[in-house]
C-alpha cells in the first residue's frame, strides 16, 4: 500500500488541507452512500430498513471497524452520540466503579468540553467530587489514592504532545484508579493499543482523521473484561438487553452495545462506514512513520524559513502526535492569510497556529509548498491585512 | 393549502404508508440537500464550511422552525443528539429545580426508553430519587407534594391516547412540580401550545411527522422565563457561553443554546432543515382536522370490515393522536401480511397492529385501500402464513 492514497478522497484545487485535525477531508464514496441511504433505503424500503438495510446493527458494524484501527477487539467498541456524551457515559461509570472516591483527575491542556461534562456530572451527583487538572506533565504524580478516575486525552489538542498511554495507565491502576483515554486527535493518527494498555475506558470522534464529515458520531471502547460492571447512566433503550420487548425496566445488554442510547443517527453512521474504507488495507504503523516524517519536515522547513516561529509541539516524535503547532504573537492573522492563500490550518488561543498531517491525502510536496506560502506571508506581512477581520467562530 | 401534499415526497409505487409515526417517508428535496452539504460544503468549503455554511448556527434555526411547530417562540428549543439524551438533560434540569423532593411521576404507558433514561438519572445521582408508574389515568391523582417532576410521553406509542397538556400541566403545577412533555408523537401530528400549557420542558424527535429521516436529531425546548434555572448536566461545549474561547470552566450560554451538547450532526441537520421545508404554509390546525377525519374514518372502516378487531384507542377524537390500534391475537402475523401486501404499519407488543396517519402524504382513499387489504387478510386467514416468521427487530 503506498501513501498518499489522494484519489479516495475530494480535495478542493489550489488547497493544502492541513486541518484534517479538526475535520477531514472528503472520501469520495460519501455522497454515493448517502444518496443510496436516502433514496433506496430510507425513500424506498422506509421503516423495513431498519431490519432490510441492516440499520439496527450499524453501530455494532461501524464500531467493529474502528476497533481495528484502535487495537481493539471485535465487539469492544459502540458508536453514536458525540465525544462530549460519550466522555459522560464513561465518567458516569467510572465513578460507580469507585463508589469510595472522590477524585477526577485530567489535565490542564485537555479539550474543554471533556472538563465541562466532568464538571456537568458533578454538578448532576451533587456529593461533593473534585475535578482536578493539574499540568500535563505533572499528572503521573498527582495520581494518589483519592483519585477515581483518571482521563486524559492522549493527544493535546493545541499542542500535539502525546501522553505516554501505557505508563499513565499503569500509574492509574497502580493507585487504584480507572483510566479514561480521550482518543479525538491520536483516532487514525497514531498506532494505538487500547487493549493492551489495559484502560478501562477510551472515546473518541470520528470527523477528524477518520474522515466521517461534519458531525459524525462518536465511539466509546470498554475493556470487554469489564462490561459486566458497567453501569450505563444513560440508560437509552437502544443499550437495552432487548429493546423491542419494551419492558418498563432497564436491563442492559450483556455486550458494549450498553453503551448505546437512542436511536442511531443512520445518515451518519452510513457516510462513516463508507469513509472508513480508505483504511482498507492501510497499516498504522505505516501511517504513523509516514505521519513523523511529514511532521518533521515542517518543522524543519518552517524553522528554516520562518524563524519568528515558535514550536510549540515537542521536538520528540514519540512525544507528539500528528500535528505540529507554532506560536506566534498574531497567530489568527496569519492563519487567516494562510487560509486566503489556500493553506488551510487553523488556529487555538492564545496564539498557536496548528497544522495537522494526515498521510491518506498530505505529501511531502504538500507540506514544503505550504510552508513556502507561510515564509511569504511573513516576509512580506501580509498578514497584518488580515489581522483586523473578525474573529471566526470555529477554525 | 390542500391536503394531502404527495407531491413534495417519495412514496414507493404499490405501498400505502400507515407507519410515518415510526420513519416519516422521504421528503423529496432531502437527497439533493445531503449531496449539497456533502459535496459543496464539507467537501468544496471544508472546516470553513462551520462559519460559510452556517453550520454553526443550524442547530438554533432548525430548533426555531420546530418551535413554530409546537407552539414555542423563536429561540426557545435547541436541537442535537437523541431523544433519550434530551429527556435526560430535561429530567436532570428539573430535578435540580427541586432538590427536596425525590419523586419522577410517569405512567406505565410512557415509552420505555424515558423510564430508562429516569432509571439510569437516578443510578448515576445515588440518593435515593424514585421513578412512580401509575396507569395514565390515575396520573393526576397520583400528582403529590412528594412528585419533584411529571414526566408524561403526551401521544402514548402504544394505543394513541393524548394526555390532556393543560390539565396535567396545571395539576402539575398546583402541587409544586416540574413538567416535561415528550412530544415523540405528537409534534406534526396534533396542534399544540407548548408555550401557553406552560410546562417547563418539552422534548421529542423529528424523525416521525417531521420525516426527518432515521436517526434525524432530537430537540429539547425550555420555558423562555426559566432558561437562567437550567444547569446543564450534560455540559458540552457547544453549551458553552464562549465555546472557542476554550475556557476550563463551563459557563452555560445565556439562552436554550446551553442545551447543546457536542459537535452537531450537520448531516442529519441539513436534511432535517429540508425536510421541514414541507410545512411551509400548513396550518396545525387544518393537519389535526384531517387527522381526525382519517383516523375516524379508519375507524369506522375496520370496524365494519373486521369484526374480530378490538379499537385499542380512544373513540373520542380529543383523547388521541394521530395513529388507530387494534388489537388482534395475533397482530404481529396480521401486521406482516399486511406489510406483505404494501400496506404499511407496524406492531406493538403484546397485540397492538399501529397504524399512523399523516395527512401530508394520506388521503380518504389510501384508508378505504387499506382496509379492504386488512379485511381480505382476515377473512381469507392469509396471516397464518405469515405467523411463524421471526419476529422483526424493529417494526
Request: proline share 6%; aromatic share 8%; net charge negative.
Amino acid at each position: 500500500m503506498q501513501l498518499p492514497r489522494k484519489d479516495l478522497f475530494e480535495i478542493p484545487d489550489g488547497v493544502i488541507y492541513l486541518d484534517g485535525n479538526s475535520l477531514g477531508v472528503l472520501p469520495k464514496g460519501a455522497a454515493a452512500r448517502a444518496a443510496q441511504v436516502i433514496e433506496e433505503e430510507w425513500g424506498g424500503q422506509l421503516i423495513r430498513a431498519w431490519n432490510s438495510a441492516g440499520w439496527m446493527d450499524l453501530p455494532r458494524v461501524v464500531g467493529d471497524r474502528i476497533a481495528s484501527l484502535i487495537g481493539a477487539p471485535k465487539g469492544s467498541v459502540a458508536t453514536g452520540d458525540t465525544l462530549s456524551v460519550k466522555v459522560y457515559q464513561a465518567l458516569d461509570a467510572a465513578l460507580k466503579m469507585r463508589p469510595d472516591r472522590k477524585v477526577i483527575l485530567s489535565d490542564s491542556g485537555n479539550f474543554p468540553t471533556d472538563l465541562y461534562m466532568a464538571q456537568g456530572l458533578i454538578e448532576t451527583i451533587g456529593k461533593g467530587h473534585i475535578l482536578r487538572t493539574p499540568e500535563p506533565e505533572d499528572v503521573v504524580e498527582a495520581i494518589s489514592d483519592e483519585v477515581a478516575v483518571v482521563m486524559l486525552t492522549h493527544v493535546d489538542y493545541r499542542t500535539g504532545r502525546m501522553h505516554d498511554m501505557d505508563a499513565i495507565t499503569r500509574a492509574a491502576h497502580a493507585a487504584g484508579a480507572v483510566m479514561i483515554w480521550d482518543l479525538a486527535h491520536s483516532a487514525g493518527a497514531v498506532a494505538l493499543d487500547i487493549a493492551g494498555s489495559q484502560a478501562e475506558f477510551a472515546v473518541g470522534c470520528t470527523y477528524k482523521y477518520l474522515n466521517g464529515g461534519p458531525g459524525a458520531p462518536a465511539f466509546i471502547y470498554v475493556r470487554p473484561d469489564l462490561i459486566d460492571a458497567v453501569a450505563p447512566g444513560l440508560a437509552g433503550w437502544m443499550g437495552h438487553a432487548a429493546p423491542f420487548a419494551m419492558d418498563p425496566g432497564y436491563r442492559p445488554a450483556l455486550t458494549t452495545e450498553r453503551m448505546r442510547i437512542g436511536t442511531p443517527p443512520i445518515l451518519q453512521l452510513s457516510v462513516l462506514q463508507e469513509a472508513l474504507t480508505v483504511w482498507d488495507g492501510v497499516d498504522m504503523a505505516a501511517i504513523r512513520s509516514a505521519s513523523l516524517r511529514l511532521s518533521d519536515l515542517f518543522i524543519a522547513e518552517v524553522e528554516a524559513r520562518c524563524p519568528e516561529l515558535i514550536l510549540a509541539t515537542p521536538r520528540e516524535p514519540s512525544a507528539r502526535g500528528s500535528q505540529v503547532s507554532f506560536a506566534h504573537p498574531n497567530g489568527y492573522a496569519v492563519m487567516q492569510a494562510l487560509i486566503d492563500r489556500g493553506v488551510i490550518g487553523d488556529f487555538r488561543p492564545p496564539n498557536l497556529m496548528r497544522f495537522g498531517f494526515t498521510p491518506l491525502y498530505i505529501d511531502d510536496a504538500d507540506v514544503i509548498a505550504a510552508t513556502e506560502v507561510l515564509q511569504n506571508i511573513l516576509e512580506t506581512d501580509a498578514w497584518k491585512a488580515a489581522k483586523y477581520r473578525r474573529v471566526s467562530k470555529v477554525t
